[in-house]
T-cell receptor, first 120, second 106 residues
């Protein structure tokens, strides 16, 4: 059974930093296309970043230069380092696996999400 | 940047058919997928590659994609189908989500 468990969210002041973790079981992070998706309270889904199995990374424009996606193969864990946080980064952050990349892309496994609140 | 547009809301009576559209430039040349999200829950994939259902998704969920519009159809809608629905496509190394549609079963 595949499980993705996020952690690391919390209340942080504007300009601060947080690192989110997504611990995976039942799949190998390094062999998959892994994404972060966020959802501001009461709003829609917004893709944040992807880490391809080959190591390439991509980001939505609003977080480029501030967020970094990475993985630790030994821990089978995906990370999202978030720096210079802004109030508009307040959201639930989900990690998800793209199970169909190469033939469409679709996120078939999702974590439960972790809430990041950026406020003074 | 690529954009996907959905109607904000759709209402349907129990047992009837609900159709949710997702519009984007030449969307029919890409694959579309759909997610269901109930309050305080993570999204669930209900359709991938335009019209395929993952294991465990009821047959009443179906999809199509042509021209500039992808459509999610829920046949014989049940009360448990009341949720937010999002389309999604991949474009130039980005994952694009639609604006979301709230389906209300009256």
């Amino acid at each position: 059974e595949v499980q993705l468990v996020e952690s690391g969210g919390g209340l942080i002041q504007p300009g601060g930093s947080l690192r989110l973790s997504c611990a995976a079981s039942g799949l190998t992070v390094s062999s998959n296309y892994m994404t972060w998706v966020r959802q501001a309270p009461g709003k829609g889904l917004e893709w944040v970043s992807v880490l391809y199995s080959g190591g390439n990374t991509y980001y939505v424009g609003s977080v480029k230069g501030r967020f970094t996606i990475s993985r630790d193969n030994s821990k089978n864990t995906l990370y999202l380092q978030m720096n210079n946080l802004r109030p508009e980064d307040t959201a639930f952050y989900y990690c998800a696996r793209d199970g169909y990349f190469g033939s469409g892309s679709a996120l078939d496994y999702w974590g439960q999400g972790t809430l990041v609140t950026v406020s003074s | 940047s690529y954009e996907l547009t959905q109607p904000p809301s759709v209402s349907v009576s129990p047992g009837q058919t609900a159709s949710i559209t997702c519009s984007g430039d030449k969307l029919g040349y890409k694959y579309a997928c759909w997610y269901q999200q109930k309050p305080r829950q993570s999204p669930v994939l209900v359709i991938y590659q335009d019209n395929k259902r993952p294991s465990g998704i009821p047959e009443r969920f179906s999809g199509s994609n042509s021209g500039n519009t992808a459509t999610l159809t829920i046949s014989g809608t049940q009360a448990m189908d009341e949720a937010d629905y999002y389309c999604q496509a991949w474009d130039s190394n980005t994952y694009v989500f639609g604006t979301g549609t709230k389906v209300t079963v009256l």
